[in-house]
Nanobody
Framework: QVQLVESGGGSVQSGGSLRLSCGAY????????MGWFRQAPGKEREMVAN???????DYAEFVKGRFTISLDNARDALFLQMNSLKPEDTAMYYC???????????????WGQGTQVTVSS
């Protein structure tokens, strides 16, 4: 089992920045890919960014150039630096871990509890 605990969400104005953190606990050696997903009210959960154990990253088009994902293997910690935030980035953000691949929500093996990000115009 792997437990994921997010922190760092909050409220900012458009154009602002936030840094999300996710601590991973338990059998973290079994994890192949970690990532961030988000879900806004009335919408489906969507991938924001992910990173595999080799450091390869992937970003959704709507965050490219604004968000940066990073992984600290020594501390089993995942980060998401979010810059130039827009009101449409408002959502619950979830840390995720997958033991096999970097995929969509249906592929995720472990979820964090989520942290709210609210961007006002």
């Amino acid at each position: 089992q792997v437990q994921l605990v997010e922190s760092g969400g909050g409220s900012v104005q458009s154009g602002g920045s936030l840094r999300l953190s996710c601590g991973a606990y338990g059998y973290t050696y079994s994890v192949y890919c970690m990532g961030w997903f988000r879900q806004a009210p009335g919408k489906e959960r969507e991938m924001v960014a992910n990173i595999d154990k080799d450091g390869n990253t992937d970003y959704a088009e709507f965050v490219k150039g604004r968000f940066t994902i990073s992984l600290d293997n020594a501390r089993d910690a995942l980060f998401l630096q979010m810059n130039s935030l827009k009101p449409e980035d408002t959502a619950m953000y979830y840390c995720a871990a997958d033991q096999v691949r970097c995929g969509g929500p249906a592929d995720v093996d472990y979820w964090g509890q989520g942290t709210q990000v609210t961007v006002s115009s």
